[in-house]
Structures are given as structure tokens and as C-alpha cells.
């Protein structure tokens, strides 16, 4: 059964720092990009972040960029989102998502599989 498992969501102030962990099981996603999404209430998933299957590309959504660090570690088959100067509009259940492509993109519908998302939420 492939799994993929976010962690590291929670209450934080604006300005703070938390560190998104998505773990893979299952099946090895090494060949693949993967991609950070984000659903805040109300509005419709949006593209975060993606990286591509070595790590050697990256892309961001401008909302993100400067803040948002994507990476992945393919040996413990996990990618990370750390985020850092976080705002109260950042406030969303972030989801981590396989691509069929290696090195991914900012459209959900090119994505597989997805994990079950955890909650960020950051308080003004």
C-alpha cells in the first residue's frame, strides 16, 4: 500500500518557523517530483512548492518564494517544506504529492498520489 505521511503542522505565531515532513512508504518516489500543495478553508488546493526528483529543481509559488524551502532526502524517501516567516494567510492544511513526472510541476492534476495533509495554522 503507498503512503505518503505529512508531519510537523501546527499552531505558531506570524513571523515563526515550522519545519513540514512528508514520508513515503509504500513504494520508492526517488524517479519522481514532489510537490507541496495548500487548501485553506473556502478556497480552492494551491500550488507551494515542487522538487524535482534529484533535487536539483526547485520552483515555488510567488506567495512562497523567499520563505519556503523545499527539499528531499530520496535515501529516507521524505521531502521536507521548511518555512520560515510565516504569515497568517500561509494558514492552510498542506498536502505533499507524488508527480508521474520526474521533475513535477505546479498543476495538481499531474500528481498520483497524496498524502492526508496536516493543519498549519499561524495566529496574528
Known amino acids: 500500500q503507498v503512503q505518503l505521511v505529512e508531519s510537523g503542522g501546527g499552531l505558531v505565531q506570524a513571523g515563526g518557523s515550522l519545519r513540514l515532513s512528508c514520508a513515503a512508504s509504500?513504494?520508492?518516489?526517488?524517479?519522481?517530483?514532489m510537490g507541496w500543495f495548500r487548501q485553506a478553508p473556502g478556497k480552492e488546493r494551491e500550488f507551494v512548492a515542487v522538487i524535482s526528483w534529484g533535487g536539483g529543481s526547485t520552483h515555488y509559488a510567488h506567495s512562497v518564494k523567499g520563505r519556503f524551502t523545499i527539499s528531499r532526502d530520496n535515501a529516507k524517501n521524505t521531502v521536507y517544506l521548511q518555512m520560515n516567516s510565516l504569515k497568517p494567510e500561509d494558514t492552510a492544511v498542506y498536502y505533499c504529492?507524488?508527480?508521474?513526472?520526474?521533475?513535477?510541476?505546479?498543476?495538481?492534476?499531474?500528481?498520483?498520489?497524496w498524502g492526508q495533509g496536516t493543519q498549519v495554522t499561524v495566529s496574528s
Open positions: 509504500g513504494r520508492t518516489f526517488s524517479s519522481n517530483g
Open positions: 504529492a507524488a508527480s508521474r513526472s520526474f521533475v513535477g510541476s505546479s498543476n495538481y492534476r499531474d500528481y498520483d498520489y
